[in-house]
């Protein structure tokens, strides 16, 4: 079992960025796949990134590029790294650990999310 914590969300203007920390509890992170998802109002959750256990990434067209998504052993947190942040990103971002991939179902815990909101 593992409980997450997101934090890091808030307001921003078109172009700026966030950081976005997954902090993890319970059991070693990077024993599972961390991926990050979000949520826009109305609209189902998608996709954002993920970090496997051995370090590597992958990430979702429409933010590759832009966010990165990164993992500290000895804190046992997951970051993600947005930079040039348009509109269109705001969602409520949530980090769940897992088996891995780009669907929901490849994780058995997540966080409660956070919201992340881009001015135009």
């Known amino acids: 079992q593992v409980h997450l914590v997101e934090s890091g969300g808030g307001l921003v203007q078109a172009g700026g960025s966030l950081r976005l920390s997954c902090a993890a509890s319970?059991?070693?992170?990077?024993?599972?796949?961390t991926g990050w998802f979000r949520q826009a109002p109305g609209k189902e959750r998608r996709f954002v990134g993920l970090?496997?256990?051995?370090?590597?990434?992958d990430y979702a067209d429409s933010v590759k590029g832009r966010f990165t998504i990164s993992r500290d052993n000895a804190k046992n947190l997951v970051y993600l790294q947005m930079n040039s942040l348009k509109p269109e990103d705001t969602a409520v971002y949530y980090c769940?650990?897992?088996?891995?991939?780009?669907?929901?179902?490849?994780?058995?815990?997540w966080g409660q999310g956070t919201q992340v909101t881009v001015s135009s």
């Open positions: 319970g059991r070693t992170v990077s024993k599972y796949a």
């Open positions: 970090i496997w256990t051995g370090g590597t990434t």
């Open positions: 769940a650990a897992g088996l891995g991939g780009d669907t929901q179902d490849q994780y058995a815990f």
